[in-house]
């Protein structure tokens, strides 16, 4: 969904980064790195919500920053791109998990488990389906940067308002967005595949 905003971003970002130290893998690392370390002393009740979300957008920049730093200096690789692709699972996992941390309670844990299946379903649906030979991208409405603006801004939402159901609506939002995000390119993948 975002793809097409993406793409005429991606030459400003580039230009933007093309002055940071070429080393794309730190970057990767980095941001999960920030993200372990926020949700960490989050649990630990060291820092504030708010800090945590300010972390978190620290580490989606970097997420972003990776690759076209990867493409300016001409170091994409295969190793970076799978990286990078595991290093998100994990990152997509602590931010939603972060949820939990500030609800407690069942039904805030089936939702965040509901999501995370969904996130990484829809994932593994496009990695399989692409090296079968089909391209993906753009393929279903919850793709990983509509993912982490919902789970950043629902943080926000909930430290501005501090309503309870702002993560509730989110993270419904998620479990059934992700879930038929994985289901649309199962179908889309399963038709072209014939």
Do not use: W
């Given at each position: 969904?975002?793809?097409k905003?993406r793409?005429?971003?991606?030459p400003?970002?580039?230009?933007?980064v093309s002055?940071?130290?070429p080393?794309?893998?730190?970057?990767?690392i980095l941001?999960?790195?920030?993200?372990?370390?926020?949700?960490?002393?989050?649990?630990?009740?060291?820092i504030?919500l708010?800090l945590?979300?300010l972390?978190y957008?620290?580490?989606?920049l970097?997420d972003?920053?990776?690759?076209?730093?990867?493409r300016?200096h001409n170091?994409?690789?295969?190793r970076?791109?799978?990286?990078?692709?595991?290093?998100?699972?994990?990152?997509?996992?602590?931010?939603?998990?972060?949820?939990i941390?500030v609800?407690?309670?069942?039904?805030?844990?089936?939702?965040?488990?509901?999501t995370?299946?969904?996130?990484?379903?829809t994932?593994?649906?496009r990695?399989?389906?692409?090296?079968?030979g089909?391209?993906?991208?753009g393929?279903?409405?919850?793709?990983?940067?509509?993912?982490?603006i919902?789970?950043?801004?629902?943080l926000?939402?909930?430290?501005?308002?501090?309503?309870?159901?702002?993560?509730?609506?989110?993270?419904?939002?998620?479990a059934?967005?992700t879930?038929l995000t994985?289901?649309?390119?199962?179908?889309y993948s399963?038709?072209?595949l014939?």
């Amino acid at each position: 969904m975002l793809e097409k905003i993406r793409s005429r971003i991606s030459p400003i970002v580039e230009k933007l980064v093309s002055k940071l130290p070429p080393y794309p893998n730190y970057y990767t690392i980095l941001s999960l790195v920030i993200t372990s370390l926020a949700f960490t002393l989050l649990v630990l009740n060291y820092i504030t919500l708010t800090l945590v979300i300010l972390l978190y957008i620290i580490a989606a920049l970097l997420d972003m920053i990776d690759g076209a730093v990867a493409r300016i200096h001409n170091l994409v690789s295969s190793r970076g791109a799978l990286l990078d692709s595991v290093i998100d699972r994990y990152v997509d996992f602590i931010i939603t998990c972060t949820y939990i941390v500030v609800l407690n309670n069942v039904l805030m844990q089936v939702l965040v488990l509901a999501t995370i299946l969904g996130s990484f379903m829809t994932s593994y649906i496009r990695a399989r389906s692409e090296s079968l030979g089909l391209k993906l991208s753009g393929v279903g409405i919850f793709e990983r940067a509509e993912r982490l603006i919902l789970l950043i801004s629902g943080l926000i939402l909930y430290k501005l308002l501090e309503v309870e159901l702002i993560l509730y609506i989110v993270l419904t939002i998620l479990a059934f967005g992700t879930n038929l995000t994985a289901i649309h390119r199962l179908v889309y993948s399963f038709r072209k595949l014939r």
